[in-house]
């Protein structure tokens, strides 16, 4: 054998020419990948550049149209998740794929359970699911515990363990640290380095850069449905990489911030000694006219809790509110959103608390703001209307028609439509839960936009990001919450990453900096 | 939370069932004129095995997140054919029996075929076979009648050792013999999956279509079990679609009171039956109670209304309004 | 595959608007009355006289009624079993009241009416306020109101004949040759159309069928909407148990129990999702009439009622499979 036959060897799983088509749109277009073994391959991407596309079809869940997959060399195709990964590929999937009712060893030995006379064996199901716990650094999760009762990072990594399971050769993670504390992503890159020198082949998608440039080893970048590049990590600056991803020049990430002094009007939100259980402790905060406020801090500290205690889901808070100066009760999303308050929530996930995916554009909407345009309850479609282009105009929202189901749009739009849905209330008061989630960089960036605009117009925002830069990018000022409460508050310069981590830490307050 | 914190977590619709039935047993004991005896606990077992049966049928496909509206039609069907066939010597008893069984069956993999590969919606789908079913035991038994092998029959309706129910015990005998097997299977395993999250049942490799078409296909099984109890009972077959209709809305109700989530993926057949027999020991009550049988359907329609609204007192812990919509 | 359906868009587009928005499924539910309507002219052609559609049309009408408020409960995503014997107390009350005095006539239909409401509050306020299941609560407040029936009655048959303004609303006529009861029908489905069309409570119905939190969150009342559309249903089955009273001249236990799962069938067999959230009332309409049509030829035929119910099962099960499946996962 030659070194050239050597170099020739194919490599651990390769695609060619794979296209996938959805009604009439492209998701995936002759797209080519090499996976090698002992590698992290980063894929990049905007939202709709066909990443998920490609994972759903190594995984087995959808079937190409046209093109062929190679795994070691052979020919090879999946008619189910079950065959992608009885061959050897685990995903760790976006959405969840843990089954709610079940148990945590019940879901990590879900595919192929240990039986014994036919019947699964509970203790060896047990010893299966303890052992992958270890390797995913989760052993403070009990195998037993139901998984619809454990918060969101440790399902995330239940799934990681579940993958890992299955004893992959190949392990695709699809945006698997997006809901992970701080701790939770230093060990699941500590894993994944393991993994890697234990001679895996990893699929790493992420739309955080510094995540990729400290763990991967190739990268490729997708656009509309096509690899546009492969090279070693490294070799592009971050800039380059962003202008690969959406095919134009990347400047200006965030828009400029007014100075300090320029917001010296009264607080137009303000809440004193908000309480709920032990979830939310002792918060005053006060928002201004033109004011964005970030809420920071590691994930579940009690920032989601907070924005739905003010946006009145959460019954038996104590302490006060506060609009315009006059104490108000909100005890619903139907009175937080009246004209008193005029609030607007962009909640955490739109497809379920969002939008009505197979319901139209129009109707998603116009939804919020029905009272708007009807009178007695009937609507004036003529002042839907106008109201509808405005906005679609407004946000640039790129859709083929205002009558397809809002399911049909991409991440980046249907999250526009999201916040076109409760701007067309012209909103006083706009709390955001994490709303650039999943959403990819061009997008991002007219958000960033619009809530600066929407500040200008005179609008208090209440902001929060589990992505550190956005806080420093976007904020006039960020509360820092730890277990519930805040801990430290950053103004202007002083909003810098180093300080936001360590206030998230908590270090200051001499506290062990555990996460969740 | 120590290990059987878990457990208790776990098996918390079941216990709640067991409860609620403990609870109104008692009180119908207790006003018992004659205490229980062997007497009083054979014919509450009679009464209620029929019943648990159907709901333990029920509660195999709600569990899968489906709901079988034939299940009652099944029983009546089934109770029409053993009329016919559960007849004469042990040998074409037996086979007979067999073959009745093997009826439910078929019906119950017939509801399953047209859900799981016809893709309908469950309850839709069982509600156009229930018709075809109820034809089918009509065409049977045009008018009420028929027989059965009595010997067979006082045998399974008696009791054993002069005090324990035999027909409590043929309820066991299914247990252990049908549902906890499945239970324990992969296939059980994966009727729940789909049941709690079928996107992530898919996603996880998981057979749901084999999973599901078992669960239903032995619901058939167990309604079918109740067709020939209620055979042994009535020593005839009768094509009553009242009694077949109220049986599968009874059935519902069952499920329910006996923990398990009509939205799919909790609770356990165990529990249906101890729902099945809260829910028959109602009827029982008021004749303890002496209450004009004229009241008694309106009774009975309040203690469920009450027993089924209990469960939303778990709406006053509720810490998040948006947990209303799970 | 996606070259047809992109044709089909093109045709689609340049019907008028109403046809466009159609679901293909109402259309196949017309498609398949026009076939049942051939196939039973083959057996006689009387079954295309206007006197026989007319009739067929005026008994579809009571179904019709019915059917219109269990869609507004379906596309919520829920169901209401309580139809039986909620039709049967909005008969019965109406019949009483009629004998109370010298108002009651004036009374009768609005107290039915009024009856029937009251339990669909009650169902209302379970499902939205309590959060138990539909299926159970309207389940448990169908055996209370069979239970207050049977009080009311004694167990017999009632005496009290349907009055006659009942009667005449059943089977009078304002515009000869056409029975008031189809009039009725066609007044109920101009408001139905635009309640779930033009108004904020329509759509605030398909809002919640398709994701209730999400409607929560937009600042929805999804309680009261939930809580009105039961409202909505048990009103309707009383007017249905009302207007069927009237038809056959007096109120009768279970008069209703031949309506619930016809009712169900007809607006599934129009294309609304079980599931809730999608469905048009056009499509009620043409289940309502493919269902009354069905079990007139089946009867005219004399099949034996064994026969009918196997033929009734299996044809809304070939139907179901023609139009009525849910979109494969992969």
């Known amino acids: ?516 | 939370m120590s290990e059987w914190r878990y457990w208790l977590n776990e098996q918390r619709g079941t216990l709640m069932g067991l409860a609620i039935f403990l609870l109104m047993f008692a009180v119908y004991i207790a006003n018992h004129p004659a205490g229980l005896t062997a007497n009083v606990a054979q014919t509450a077992a009679n009464k209620g095995v029929l019943f648990a049966f159907v709901a333990m049928a029920q509660a195999l496909v709600v569990i899968t997140a489906g709901i079988d509206l034939s299940v009652g039609m099944i029983f009546i069907l089934t109770n029409c054919l053993a009329s016919w066939i559960v007849v004469g010597e042990p040998l074409p008893t037996a086979l007979g029996l067999v073959a009745v069984l093997a009826a439910g069956m078929a019906c119950g993999a017939i509801n399953g075929l047209l859900v799981i590969y016809g893709r309908l919606q469950p309850i839709v789908a069982t509600i156009a076979t229930g018709a075809v079913y109820f034809g089918l035991a009509l065409l049977l038994r045009p008018f009420p009648g028929g027989s059965v092998n009595e010997d067979v029959a006082d045998a399974l309706t008696g009791r054993l050792f002069g005090v324990i129910p035999s027909s409590l015990v043929a309820l066991a005998a299914a247990v252990v013999l049908v549902w906890l097997p499945f239970r324990r299977s992969r296939l059980g395993r994966a009727a729940y999956a789909a049941g709690s999250s079928e996107q992530a049942a898919f996603m996880s490799g998981v057979p749901i279509r084999r999973g599901k078409f078992a669960a239903y296909t032995l619901a058939g099984l167990l309604a079918a079990m109740g067709g020939l109890f209620l055979t042994f009972f009535t020593y005839t077959g009768e094509a009553a679609y009242a009694s077949g209709s109220g049986y599968t809305l009874w059935s519902i109700a069952a499920v329910v009171l006996g923990g398990v989530s009509l939205y799919g993926g909790r609770g356990s057949a165990v529990g249906a039956i101890f729902g099945a027999f809260a829910a028959r020991t109602t009827g029982d009550m008021l004749f303890v109670f002496d209450v004009d049988p004229l009241w008694q359907p309106l009774l009975q329609g309040v203690v469920l209304m009450i027993a089924v609204s209990i469960g939303s007192l778990a709406l006053l812990r509720v810490r998040n309004r948006l947990d209303w919509f799970q | 595959m996606s070259d047809t359906s992109e044709d089909r868009i093109s045709i689609r587009t340049r019907l008028p608007v109403f046809l466009r928005r159609a679901d293909p499924a109402v259309l196949t539910a017309f498609g398949c009355i026009l076939l049942l309507l051939f196939l039973s002219s083959l057996y006689s052609s009387n079954f295309l006289s206007l006197n026989y559609l007319l009739q067929q049309l005026k008994v579809a009408s009571f179904l019709g009624v019915v059917a219109a408020g269990v869609m507004v409960v379906i596309l919520l995503g829920h169901i209401d079993l309580s139809i039986p014997w909620v039709m049967t107390t909005g008969a019965m009350m109406a019949c009483a009241a009629a004998g109370f005095g010298a108002i009651g006539p004036v009374i009768a239909i609005p107290f039915g009416i009024l009856c029937g409401t009251a339990f669909g509050l009650l169902n209302g306020f379970g499902v939205a306020y309590l959060r138990i299941p539909s299926m159970i609560v309207t389940l448990a407040s169908n055996v209370v109101a069979q239970g207050l029936m049977v009080v009311y009655t004694g167990g017999f048959s009632p005496q009290d004949s349907a009055p006659p303004a009942v009667r005449w609303l059943a089977t009078g006529f304002v515009i000869p040759g056409l029975p008031n009861a189809i009039l009725v029908w066609v007044a109920i489905s101009a408001i139905m159309v635009f309640l779930f069309t033009r108004t904020s409570f329509g759509r605030a119905v398909y809002g919640i069928g398709n994701s209730e939190r999400a409607a929560y969150l937009s600042g929805v009342d999804t309680r009261r909407i939930v809580m009105i559309a039961f409202a909505i249903s048990g009103a309707l089955s009383a007017f249905g148990g009302v207007l069927l009273a009237g038809y056959s001249s007096k109120a009768a236990q279970a008069m209703g129990d031949a309506y619930l799962l016809p009712a169900i069938a007809a607006v599934v067999l129009g294309g609304t999702s079980i599931l809730g959230g999608r469905g048009s009332y056009l499509g009620t309409v043409a289940g309502v009439i493919l269902i009354t049509l069905l079990q007139s030829i089946l009867s005219v035929m004399q099949m034996p009622e064994a026969g009918r119910q196997i033929v009734y099962g299996v044809v809304i099960i070939v139907m179901l499979l023609l139009y009525g499946r849910t979109p494969p996962n992969r």
């Not at chain 1, 019947?119 to 270890?134: H, K, P, T, V, W």
């Not at chain 1, 363990?161 to 992503?185: F, M, N, Q, W, Y």
Request: aromatic share 4%.
């Open chain 1, 1 to 516: 054998m030659t070194t050239a036959e050597i170099e020739a060897k194919p490599p651990l799983f390769r695609m060619e020419g794979v296209s996938k088509r959805y009604g009439g749109v492209r998701a995936l277009e002759n797209a080519k990948l090499d996976v090698e073994a002992g590698h992290i391959h980063a894929i990049l991407g905007e939202n709709g550049a066909g990443k998920s596309t490609l994972i759903k079809i190594m995984a087995g869940v959808v079937a190409a149209d046209e093109g062929r997959m190679l795994l070691d060399g052979r020919d090879i195709s999946f008619r189910s998740p079950a065959a992608a990964s009885a061959a050897g590929i685990a995903c760790v999937f976006q959405e969840l794929s843990l089954i709610p009712d079940l148990s945590v060893a019940d879901n990590i030995a879900i595919a192929d359970p240990p039986r014994r006379f036919g019947l699964i064996d509970r203790r060896a199901q047990r010893a299966i699911a303890e052992e992958a716990l270890a390797r995913a650094g989760a052993e403070d999760i009990h195998p037993r515990a139901a998984v619809k009762d454990l918060p969101l990072s440790r399902r995330q990594m239940v799934e990681i363990a579940k993958a890992l399971a299955s004893k992959p050769r190949i392990l695709i993670l699809d945006e698997a640290t997006s809901a992970l504390t701080a701790g939770d992503v230093a060990k699941v890159f500590a894993v994944l380095k393991r993994l890697r020198s234990e001679g895996l082949a990893l699929l790493y998608i992420s739309h955080r850069m510094h995540e990729i440039a400290e763990l991967a080893d190739t990268c490729t970048v997708f656009r509309n449905g096509r690899n546009v590049a492969s090279f070693r990590a490294g070799t592009r600056s971050n800039s380059e990489v962003v202008e690969m991803m959406i095919g134009r020049e990347y400047s200006n990430v965030f828009p400029p911030k007014p100075p300090r002094a320029a917001i010296t009007k009264p607080p137009r939100l303000e809440c004193r000694n908000l309480g709920w259980g032990d979830r939310l402790r002792d918060i005053s905060l006060s928002v201004a006219e033109g004011e964005v406020v970030g809420l920071g801090g590691l994930d579940g500290q009690g920032q989601r809790d907070l924005l739905l205690a003010l946006f009145g889901v959460l019954p038996g808070t104590t302490g006060s509110v506060l609009i315009d100066g006059a104490p108000m009760t909100i005890a619903s999303p139907a009175a937080a959103r009246a004209s008193r308050s005029a609030m607007a929530l962009i909640p955490e996930d739109r497809k379920t608390e969002g939008l009505m995916l197979p319901m139209t554009v129009r109707e998603n909407l116009s939804f919020a703001a029905l009272d708007h345009v009807s009178r007695g309850g009937i609507i004036d479609r003529t002042a839907e209307e106008q109201l509808i282009d405005e906005m679609v105009r407004l946000l640039a929202i790129k859709t083929a028609g205002l009558d397809i189901p809002v399911g049909a749009l991409s991440g980046g739009n249907q999250q526009k439509v999201v916040i076109a849905k409760w701007l067309m209330r012209k909103p006083r008061i706009v709390l955001l839960n994490d709303p650039t989630r999943g959403i990819d960089v061009g997008t991002k960036q007219e958000m960033y936009q619009l809530l600066r605009r929407l500040a200008d117009a005179g609008a208090a925002i209440l902001f929060y990001s589990t992505d550190y830069d956005e806080l420093i990018g976007c904020c006039d000022r960020v509360l820092v919450l730890y277990d519930g409460r805040i801990v430290r508050e950053l103004e202007g310069r002083d909003i810098t990453e180093h300080a936001l981590i360590a206030s998230a830490l908590n270090v200051e307050g001499g506290r062990e900096g555990a996460a969740t």
